[in-house]
């Protein structure tokens, strides 16, 4: 059995977060585990509004010693942390063990939060996680406030943000252009400290769907586990979210979600 673990925050909906890590790594077949570290309950009477409520530090910590007492993981995805104390607490759990694997997805907002709402725990993630991560998987957003960068227009602007985000620590960086890169493919770029890859599909309409970036980080996660190298990891993760997209489930909040189980392999 291959385990992938998460550390991530509940998003009630199934559209995001913890739920999408959990459904991710039953799809590609590996045993998940997982430490929530907040709860999201968007407001259903305010315009679908995150409500956002952070877990007790003190419980992220009993929780990241059970997952780790309870089998020798190697390999974990980190999600939504969302508070300067969660951090910490993360940031001591991870220093507690060696790892092979370590993707972050650096979410700073989620959709329909406004940025800049919490530069303490941009900068936390910034100076405590980013370090420890392996591979980062941010979005056109998150790239250009990490690689301080203000446009990402081109595929060399993804590689260029890709290499400046390398240099905070992390061995792999996957840029995520996204629905907000110019053109009608949905282009990602990786960077191996080497070189560039780039990876593209078409777009699926011009609609932004939920839960694409987290199923993106958690199959990346799922794969790794594995023993697939990155490169093909990240393939097949991006082949997951492309089906996961042409599957995507309405629903009464503002965005559609994507569908994990329409991949398989
Ligand atoms: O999509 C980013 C994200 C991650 N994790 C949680 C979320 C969201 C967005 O809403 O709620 C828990």
Redesign the pocket.
């Known amino acids: 059995m291959n385990f992938a673990y998460t550390i991530?925050?509940?998003?009630a909906t199934g559209?995001?977060?913890?739920q999408?890590d959990l459904k991710t790594f039953q799809q590609l077949g590996v045993y998940g585990m997982g430490t929530l570290?907040?709860?999201?309950s968007?407001d259903p009477k305010n315009g679908w509004a995150?409500r956002?409520v952070p877990v007790d530090p003190q419980v992220i910590r009993d929780q990241m010693e059970a997952a780790l007492s309870s089998q020798d993981i190697d390999t974990v995805k980190i999600?939504?942390l969302?508070h300067p104390d969660t951090i910490a607490a993360v940031e001591e759990g991870l220093k507690s063990q060696p790892w092979k694997n370590v993707v972050l997805?650096p979410?700073l907002i989620?959709?329909?939060?406004e940025p800049g709402a919490a530069l303490d725990t941009d900068t936390a993630l910034r100076e405590k996680i980013v370090p420890l991560a392996t591979v980062v998987t941010p979005n056109n957003f998150e790239a250009k406030t990490l690689a301080g960068m203000d446009e990402l227009e081109t595929v060399e602007d993804l590689a260029e943000a890709a290499e400046r985000i390398a240099e905070l620590g992390p061995k792999y960086v996957v840029v995520k252009g996204g629905i907000d890169f110019p053109g009608d493919d949905a282009v990602d770029v990786l960077w191996d400290g080497e070189g560039a890859t780039v990876y593209r599909t078409p777009k699926i309409g011009q609609e932004r769907v939920?839960?694409a970036?987290?199923t993106l980080a958690a199959a990346i996660t799922a794969e790794l586990a594995k023993g697939t190298e990155i490169a093909e990891a990240v393939q097949i993760a991006k082949d997951m979210v492309t089906e996961g997209i042409k599957a995507r489930v309405a629903a009464h909040t503002p965005f559609d979600t994507v569908w994990q189980g329409a991949y398989t392999r």
């Open positions: 991530a925050g509940s998003e559209g995001a977060g913890f999408v570290t907040c709860i999201v968007f995150h956002f999600g939504m969302g997805d979410v989620c959709k329909g939060q939920s839960g970036g987290c």
